[in-house]
């Protein structure tokens, strides 16, 4: 599941709906389960219409009647634009939820064949089970076929030194301060992830079906569900993670599978349904051979796992150590980042000062526990996350001295304090927000300089283009609507995607911050450093500080790891050479509701 600032009610959210409607595999195998199920005597009902393709497949199958519902406005009325393009008037399109449907109103038959695909990377995080747990006890005839009718979860016991990085604090160096994190399960979170890009996984055990569960007349009870099973390793390590996908039952033996690359070398990229991580409470040693206990749960949203016999949960994990409340995994990963840490000790040391206070602003932890080493006469916390001044407290109990310098009540702050926000690129879902959410009141940051990177990204591409056409129906109406706001812009990790860069980071603007409202448009140009297909520019953000001799920290010296930046698709792939040269043009517009681009051009400066 991807951060996307730009969704609303008016918004189409583009990447995933275009991956998905591109996804040939998932396409055909939807058709084909179709094909074998419906009948000139179906009456069928799509729960979830997206742009009605599985309603229009059912009714070129030769359905007698078809309704769907699609419980979001924009996305509805596309549906219903695609299909009048498509001459499928018969098909009848419900806004709203499944849940809303009343039989006799809404529909004049009890539906033989319920398809649905209101699945996400988890499985169930789009209340599946609730809907078709609806649709079974009010809606659906007794002997109704099911598409999906049943779906399992599978999980790989994997040893990724990364992925304790996600979790744990346990190891981060803050300056003399060492961090120490009990052990905590967290918040029961499965965390969507390409995880054929990590670094250093290596897989522990076979895959085992850790839960089968039905989506058809047997559905389970709303309730929590517990399913015990053992893993075995077949090698020796230290497990840090779960690697979590799901095997959808379409129909007899069609089945799309979410298996990671290692697993189904024939994988492919998606972007919409990807296999999931569950980060472990703690680093777990397993010998070759080992028997397990696997404990497996479930809600109607949710899975959580955990390693042990004991102790079974009847609900999710909720953090006991407050650290997971409070920082989400890029913020967590930053502080194992020896170039944030080593750029927070210089903005102290470079402003620290006996004689005067300071005010920390932060979403992390990172800068007050340097501010409270530095010679600071005071430092004073104002927390912008929930819990983080409990957890800031507990991580300085083995420090009294320091904690006795601390205040975190801001009510009494001096005027003469000096105010520094933390830098903390994960802050805002979008990056660029970073432009126009500063206070003027700061020493740190008050200025942010951009650079541009050409880059090659072949799978994520795929969401700058058109559908154009999926099974044969026309597509216009999506495309209309999806790739009206260009350019494509997505903020990503990049090291998950198979890229190549193209150029050296190339200065783009330095600006001061806020910036007001307005639009800019700012002019490079870039030295194409290899040969290949371009598809994007990376734009990199890095925050400053007043002086000439400013102290920068941004995605440029971010680890690999750790790196989220802003990706602007090309408005078409380039065939570019080493030596050559393009005129980069980016329009920043700053409103009310943050900071986008709403204008790209790439150009030629030569003949290469």
């Not at 396409?27 to 742009?51: C, E, F, M, Q, W």
């Not at 696997?294 to 949203?301: A, F, I, P």
């Not at 609507?481 to 090291?495: D, E, G, K, N």
Request: aromatic share 6%; charged share 15%.
């Amino acid at each position: 599941m991807m951060d996307d600032s730009l969704e609303d009610e008016d918004i189409i959210p583009l990447h995933s709906d275009t991956c998905m409607l591109k996804d040939v595999d998932r396409n055909s195998k939807y058709r084909a389960a179709l094909a074998a199920v419906v009948t000139p005597d179906s009456h069928v009902l799509d729960i979830g219409a997206g742009t009605g393709l599985l309603s229009m497949i059912s009714t070129k199958l030769g359905a007698a009647s078809v309704h769907t519902c699609e419980m979001y406005p924009p996305m509805a009325e596309i549906a219903q634009r695609t299909l009048e393009a498509n001459d499928m008037s018969s098909i009848k399109l419900h806004t709203c939820s499944s849940n809303d449907l009343v039989l006799g109103n809404d529909l004049e038959h009890q539906p033989n064949v319920v398809v649905s695909e209101i699945v996400d990377s988890e499985l169930l995080g789009e209340g599946m089970l609730p809907s078709i747990r609806h649709i079974v006890q009010e809606i659906a005839d007794p002997s109704a076929i099911f598409v999906p009718y049943r779906a399992e979860v599978v999980v790989q016991l994997v040893e990724c030194s990364e992925l304790q990085k996600w979790h744990s604090l346990n190891g981060c160096d803050i300056g003399n301060i060492t961090l120490s994190q009990a052990a905590c399960l967290g918040q029961g979170q499965l965390h969507d992830v390409q995880v054929d890009r990590l670094p250093d996984l290596i897989p522990l055990s076979e895959p085992t079906i850790s839960s089968d569960i039905s989506l058809d007349r047997n559905i389970l009870p709303d309730t929590v569900h517990h399913e015990a099973s053992h893993l075995v390793p077949n090698r020796s390590g230290v497990a840090s993670a779960l690697v979590v996908w799901w095997r959808l039952h379409l129909c007899d033996d069609i089945i799309i599978d979410t298996a990671p690359g290692w697993v189904n070398p024939q994988a492919f990229f998606r972007e919409h349904w990807m296999p999931c991580v569950y980060l472990l409470a703690h680093p777990t040693p397993v010998d070759v051979g080992q028997n397990i206990p696997l404990q497996t749960y479930h809600d109607d949203y949710c899975y959580w796992f955990t390693l042990d016999s004991d102790d079974l949960l009847t609900a999710q994990p909720a953090c006991s150590c407050g650290v997971h409340n409070s920082l989400d995994r890029f913020g967590l990963r930053q502080l194992h980042d020896q170039q944030y840490t080593e750029h927070l000790r210089a903005l102290q040391q470079r402003y620290a000062n006996t004689t005067r206070s300071c005010l920390i602003r932060s979403v992390s932890v990172g800068m007050v526990l340097y501010a409270l080493q530095a010679s600071w006469q005071q430092v004073y916390f104002e927390p912008l996350a929930p819990a983080l001044a409990r957890v800031v407290t507990a991580l300085l109990e083995p420090y009294p001295n320091l904690l006795a310098k601390l205040t975190i009540d801001t009510r009494d702050v001096p005027e003469d304090a000096l105010i520094l926000q933390d830098p903390i690129l994960s802050q805002h879902p979008n990056v660029l927000d970073w432009l126009c959410s500063t206070q003027p009141d700061l020493i740190y940051p008050v200025q942010a300089r951009l650079t541009v990177q050409l880059v090659s990204l072949p799978d994520l591409s795929q969401i700058a283009h058109p559908v154009k056409q999926a099974c044969g129906f026309d597509m216009a109406a999506y495309d209309s609507s999806a790739f009206q706001q260009l350019p494509i812009v997505t903020t990503q990790s990049l090291w998950e995607y198979q890229h190549t860069l193209l150029s050296a980071a190339t200065p783009l603007c330095t600006v001061p911050l806020p910036l007001e409202s307005g639009s800019s448009m700012f002019e490079t140009a870039l030295k194409v450093s290899g040969n290949g297909q371009a598809h994007a520019l990376v734009l990199h953000i890095e925050l400053g500080d007043q002086r000439d001799d400013a102290l920068w920290f941004g995605t440029p010296q971010c680890s690999t790891a750790s790196y989220k930046g802003v990706i602007v698709m090309l408005p078409a792939t380039m065939d570019v050479e080493a030596g050559g040269s393009l005129c980069v043009s980016l329009q920043l517009t700053i409103a009310a509701h943050g900071a986008s681009i709403t204008d790209l051009i790439v150009e030629r400066a030569d003949n290469n």
